[in-house]
């Protein structure tokens, strides 16, 4: 399953380290995969973030650029999203996923931005 961590309560302008970690058996699924963050809010759809391929190219949503940074660690079967700069728009719950042949969704971990 996945497990996302690293979430808080933060004042505007501060930064969060999230991590989600593959904690299934198998290990041939997660190298091969590009992996994405995404955020929900109340009443909205789940959005992407950013997302990070099997060769570490990298994508981004307008509203983080510049912002946020995701990377992986394959041999620990994990994905990280450096947050910095956070504004009160970036409280949500934040997940992690396969952006393909999406995984069951994790409890995700909440980030809440406020002063």
């Known amino acids: 399953r996945l497990v996302e961590s690293g979430g808080g309560l933060v004042q505007p302008g501060g930064s969060l380290r999230l991590s989600c970690k593959d904690t299934?058996?198998?290990?041939?699924?997660?190298?091969?995969?590009?992996w994405a963050w995404y955020r929900q809010t109340p009443g909205k759809q789940r959005e992407l973030v950013a997302s990070?391929?099997?060769?570490?190219?990298?994508n981004y949503v307008d509203f983080v650029k510049g912002r946020f940074t995701i990377s992986r660690d394959n041999a620990r079967k994990m994905v990280y999203l450096q947050m910095t700069s956070l504004k009160p728009e970036d409280t949500a719950v934040y997940f992690c996923?396969?952006?393909?042949?999406?995984?069951?969704w994790g409890q995700g971990t909440q980030v809440t931005v406020s002063s």
């Open positions: 299934r058996a198998i290990t041939s699924f997660f190298n091969p995969k590009t």
């Open positions: 990070i391929s099997n060769t570490r190219d990298t």
């Open positions: 996923n396969a952006l393909e042949q999406p995984l069951n």
